[in-house]
């Protein structure tokens, strides 16, 4: 089975414009062409894509994710190395859940200040 670019942008909901970018990066290997040059993605691309967006929108910067798909292929003599990319990404990650989750804390130490605040301020209005 086989995705034109429409296809692929519409189950992936990236735009065209990023998946020719993500390409020219060489984010995405083994794109095939049809005579009349147009992209024509497979199951696999796909797959490169969940991953991609994936790295992406966890923080991996594109540099860091082209080195992680040059690694792969490259062939299996590279899995420890890939499997160390990904462990250093996922204390990366970690680190930044830690910072959202005081970010959290903070957020709702203010809605229970200004909560408090309105609850009195009502109380001494009389409402």
Not at 7 to 32: A, H, M
Not at 51 to 65: A, E, H, S, V, W
Request: glycine share 6%.
């Amino acid at each position: 089975m086989g995705y034109t670019i429409k296809d692929l942008s519409e189950r992936t909901n990236l735009s065209p414009n990023t998946l020719r970018y993500y390409e020219k990066e060489g984010l995405l290997p083994d794109i095939k062409r049809t005579k009349g040059g147009i992209r024509h993605y497979s199951q696999e691309n796909l797959e490169w894509i969940g991953l991609i967006t994936c790295l992406k929108n966890t923080g991996m910067t594109i540099k860091q994710i082209r080195q992680f798909v040059d690694l792969s292929l490259q062939g299996p003599e590279t899995l420890k190395a890939r499997c160390e990319l990904l462990k250093t990404h996922k204390q990366e990650i970690e680190r930044h859940i830690e910072e959202i989750n005081r970010y959290y804390d903070k957020v709702n130490c203010k809605i229970d200040y200004y909560t408090k605040q309105y609850e009195q301020y009502m109380e001494e209005e009389g409402n």
